[in-house]
């Protein structure tokens, strides 16, 4: 539960700053850097702290009235900013202090930017429980967020009847990173955009849609503010935008290289007595025990993750089940194409398989075209991850190096993670036949496309399929 007050600023800004934790002080500082004359901003406040054992990560989000800028045609808007995500206290109540040259907690906080309705006073209290919201995700994952990430949150941000239902993610336009006691704070602005917009970004990439956003006043301007009452999305808005966004995906692909899905697999050249083992997990192969050397060049290459080079190179497979070993370890981004792919288990005996059934929801559904004009036709790889447990499926191009499966055995399990190598040639092949998926309005499910010479069979199937506990 929260609450809203006014903020105790002014007791710093009156050269009491002492009685205020450091990391606070820094971030205090560069608000009142901003807004001079709102000492004492409202305040949505959790009521039991994180470190008390209360539910909510952000100890304080501060609002403030911001003028905008008229000479840039920005309008008046409410400004959030959180508190939490970096080490306010330097105590290790909340986040372990790893020095001072390092990212001070997470090292970033969140603020969110909503345009001031006519006649507003105050300003709306939701945009708190939904930062609330994004740092529970990132506290509980451990998955720090960067610009141009995008988050699909499938729901009106302010529970009204908007079209503005998920988030982008950029540096915020005014407010300069800070150095704190205890490492340094950037801070990540939440843009609302609608359906189609995330769609665009996940195709192509955030910060190709963040840059359109920008060109168009109503969806976002200079600045990106989110304006809950827009109706339209930039490509109602300027029908060319489409033709820029196609044209990036040409030429640069997509830098999506993951997502969490409901998806699952079956190797159907198993025997019949073997089927019981639905996840398809190597039966009687057990796990090889790292030694400290093998874990720390994993662990090493998931910090690295996929940097952009020539080549696509897949990462090791990681322990991530015992991430807990590690306390306060900060992940990558998984949206982003520094990301490392999300990849299950331990290391265990590669099986090639002869034929393989592929099942997804509706949802990761709409992305198999994206996986394959976006990532494969470029070289790269894509992973959806089981929200439902270790399953993955990895589609791979015959340009990545480090994965198990080859042209010669493209189909290849280690334990539950199942990759998929595709040839150019089958990857045009099976785009002109799924490009039917690229829209959330697909006909009837289940849908069904099998390819018999390739041994290869994908389903597209109701969500309840995937909640049964034999998935």
């Not at 409410?78 to 995500?85: A, E, M, Q, T």
């Not at 988030?167 to 609302?192: N, R």
């Not at 509706?362 to 976006?374: D, F, K, V």
Request: charged fraction near 25%; hydrophobic fraction near 35%; aromatic fraction near 8%.
């Amino acid at each position: 539960m929260d609450e809203m007050r006014p903020s105790s600023g002014a007791a710093a800004h009156l050269g009491l700053a002492s009685i205020f934790p450091p990391g606070l002080q820094a971030i205090y500082g560069e608000c009142r850097r901003l807004y001079p004359d709102q000492a004492n901003p409202l305040q949505v406040t959790a009521i039991v702290k994180y470190w008390l054992g209360g539910p909510d990560p952000l100890d304080y989000i501060s609002m403030y009235r911001n003028v905008g800028c008229p000479g840039q045609d920005v309008p008046e808007h409410w400004h959030y900013v959180s508190l939490g995500l970096s080490d306010l206290y330097g105590d290790n109540r909340v986040h372990e202090f790893t020095g001072l040259e390092g990212p001070s907690g997470f090292g970033f906080e969140l603020t969110f930017r909503l345009k001031r309705e006519a006649g507003e006073t105050a300003p709306p209290t939701w945009p708190a429980e939904l930062m609330q919201g994004l740092a529970r995700y990132v506290f509980q994952s451990e998955n720090t967020f960067c610009s141009g990430d995008h988050i699909s949150w499938h729901s009106p941000l302010d529970n009204s009847e908007s079209r503005i239902q998920h988030m982008l993610l950029t540096e915020d336009p005014q407010m300069h990173p800070v150095q704190t006691p205890f490492g340094h704070v950037s801070f990540l602005q939440i843009v609302g955009v609608c359906t189609e917009e995330l769609q665009a970004a996940q195709q192509w990439n955030g910060q190709g849609i963040l840059d359109l956003l920008r060109g168009v006043h109503i969806a976002g301007g200079p600045w990106l503010i989110t304006d809950m009452r827009r109706g339209e999305s930039i490509f109602d808005i300027d029908p060319h935008l489409q033709e820029r966004v196609d044209k990036g995906i040409e030429t640069d692909g997509s830098n999506l290289s993951g997502v969490s899905a409901k998806c699952a697999w079956d190797d159907l050249s198993r025997p019949p007595e073997d089927e019981d083992d639905s996840r398809s997990i190597c039966i009687g192969a057990q796990p090889r025990r790292l030694s400290d050397k093998d874990t720390e060049q994993i662990r090493e290459a998931l910090r690295k993750g996929l940097e952009i080079k020539s080549k696509s190179i897949l990462p090791p497979i990681s322990g991530q089940r015992h991430s807990h070993d590690r306390p306060q370890s900060r992940k990558d981004s998984l949206e982003s194409e520094s990301s490392a792919a999300i990849v299950p288990h331990e290391l265990v005996r590669t099986r090639q398989l002869e034929s393989v059934h592929l099942k997804f929801n509706q949802e990761s559904g709409t992305l198999i075209p994206m996986c394959l004009r976006g990532r494969l036709l470029h070289g790269r790889h894509f992973t959806f991850k089981s929200i439902n447990g270790d399953t993955a499926i990895t589609f791979v191009s015959t340009g990545v190096e480090g994965a198990f499966a080859t042209e010669e055995h493209p189909y290849a399990a280690h334990g539950p993670w199942l990759q998929i190598l595709l040839t150019e040639e089958f990857v045009e092949q099976m785009l002109a036949e799924v490009q039917d998926l690229s829209t959330r309005d697909v006909c009837k499910l289940p849908k069904e496309y099998s390819w018999p010479d390739k041994k290869l069979k994908i389903s597209v199937l109701p969500d309840t399929v995937f909640d049964s506990p034999l998935q």
